[in-house]
Every structure is written in C-alpha cells, then in structure tokens.
C-alpha cells in the first residue's frame, strides 16, 4: 500500500535551515508529481510547494526564493530544503501524493 514518510523536521533559530525528507512507497514514485503542505496551529492546511516528475518546481509565493523542493526518483523521495526560516513558518509539514495520500507529518518549530 502507498506509505509516505516525513523526516527532518525540528526546532531551529529564525533565520535557519532545516531540510525535510519524505520517502514513498506502494506507486511508481517517478511517474508523479509531489506536494509538500503545512498546517499552523489554528490554521487551515495550506499547500507549499510541488514538483512534477521531471523535476520543474512550483511554490507558494510565502515560501518562494527561500524554501527549495527536490526529488530522487531513485531512492523514491522527495526533499524540502528550508532556509531563512521565519517564525510563521512553524507548522506541521506534510507529503501529499494525489491529493489523496498523506504522511504522518514532521514538526517544524522556528522559534528563539
């Protein structure tokens, strides 16, 4: 069955970097783009960025020319590089595929 798995998330100094990782399973992972989402506290789950198979990024305009998505259709995984983290980027982030399929989450905290 289809299995998505975050990893990577913390506590980080605003102005940091954090890097997330999500490694699929049970589809043909490079046939599909991927999304990364996040919920804030309070908030509704919002999308970040996505990657379409051959790799052309896309990203909502809070996290544009600061956050950087990637993907290894080898190793099944794809990656959200984070920097210039910023208080408001606290959330729970998420592996999306389909729009069906979720991860569990990672926390991200930026906070001093």
């Known amino acids: 069955q289809v299995q998505l798995v975050e990893s990577g998330g913390g506590l980080v100094e605003p102005g940091g970097s954090l890097r997330l990782s999500c490694a699929a399973s049970?589809?043909?992972?490079?046939?599909?783009?991927m999304n990364w989402y996040r919920q804030a506290p309070g908030k509704e789950r919002e999308w970040v960025a996505s990657i379409s198979p051959g790799g052309i990024p896309n990203y909502a305009a809070s996290v544009k020319d600061r956050f950087t998505i990637s993907r290894d259709n080898v190793k099944y995984t794809v990656y959200l590089q984070m920097n210039s983290l910023k208080p408001e980027d606290t959330a729970v982030y998420y592996c999306?595929?389909?729009?069906?399929?979720w991860g569990q989450g990672t926390q991200v905290t930026v906070s001093s």
């Open positions: 049970g589809f043909t992972f490079g046939s599909y783009s």
């Open positions: 999306n595929w389909r729009s069906t399929y």
